[in-house]
């Protein structure tokens, strides 16, 4: 296992590799520590261990596995936990102004297991919820960040937040998300159940002209990182992950939850979840997204480097259980990979697996820190026209080499045997 010590980077230094507010909300917060310097936890690699940390807007983590928002952040001793547990940064069950408002129903999850039938033990592959956002009120919430910070320093705590159409209300909630010291912000952009009547969630991230407004009030409002939570509910995720980082944030994370219907109880005709004999789409998560949730990563991730040349970051998000479903959403762009229903089924103990695993595809690749792989599998996309040319490219040449030497002039010594073979008819 990699060991962690503290060390101490100037501000300064870090600086230059921000983007503007990121300086604004470094200052803040070496104001706020009341020293010169910010305190970041550095991994020293030792016995040739691969380094998972990784720096993303300047938020230093022990490893890329952050907490998803969702019940797995959903209070004080459950998010002390995560930390307790080694989870690299925690984003917290998405906060609003007026907790009154969010009434939750029971049941609210539904899973779907493979096997014949959906037979009860088949393995869970998907998961639907119909809960909304925390409802708890927000003072309470606050209190916990608070306590979280002062206890946990050095470790990344991440406010989730999300509100109706109305500038002073966001500029309040930022403010008092700012206020407990959290970390960062990410805000939920692609609740897909729930007060769309509000404007509220994927009300606003299935909206570009709405969306650009709402992130222009966050980030003139925010000092820490942005990172904008990105709805798969819309034909082209592309077109409002560029809204919101071209509108100021520094991240974009995707995916959210899927619309679905889990399914209809084929003895009471009726759908599932089911609330007093009725029901409400929901959001569909865990392993049956896994492949969906790529696919919308490697398009964000394709965008961003060509129009943003890789400076904001990508937070991957997905089916995640296994160290190797991480490393595949690393392989496309992400710097840091959330999880939340893998949590809510194994426990908070996962993270311990995932960094095992993931180190272990490391060795096996020889990369030494995240950065060494990182994107590397977004070049091996291309067009299905491509696909046809790479192809009949590559039939040209295995029938040439079939066909064997052209001339006797291309006899070599050391591929004797193979040249003699080639021209052998079966
Ligand atoms: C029960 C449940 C509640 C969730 N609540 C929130 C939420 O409050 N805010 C949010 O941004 N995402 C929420 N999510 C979405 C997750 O953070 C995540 O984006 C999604 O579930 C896909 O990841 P997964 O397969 O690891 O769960 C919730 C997901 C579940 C399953």
Known sequence: MASFTTTQISGSNSVAAFGLRNRTCLRTRVCRNGVGFRRVVAAVETGGEPDLSV????????????????????????MKRAFDEGWGGVIAKTVSLDAAKVVNVTPRYAKLRAGENGSAKGQIIGWENIELISDRPLETMLKEFKRLKEEYPDRILIASIMEEYDKAAWEELIDRVEQTGIDAIEVNFSCPHGMPERKMGAAVGQDCGLLEEVCGWINAKATVPVWAKMTPNITDITQPARVALKSGCEGVSAINTIMSVMGINLKTLRPEPCVEGYSTPGGYSSKAVHPIALGKVMSIAKMMKLEFNDQYSLSGIGGVETGADAAEFILLGASTVQVCTGVMMHGYGLVKKLCSELKDFMKMHNFSSIKDFRGVSLEYFTTHMDLV???????????????????????????????TESMVSN
């Open 389 to 419: 040319r790479r192809q009949q490219e590559a039939i040209k040449v295995r029938k040439a080499v079939k066909k064997g030497l052209q001339s006797d002039k291309d006899w070599t010594g050391d591929g004797f045997v193979q040249e």
């Open 55 to 78: 720096t993303v807007n300047g938020l230093h983590m022990p490893n890329p596995f952050v907490i998803g928002s969702g019940p797995p952040g959903t209070n004080y001793t459950v």
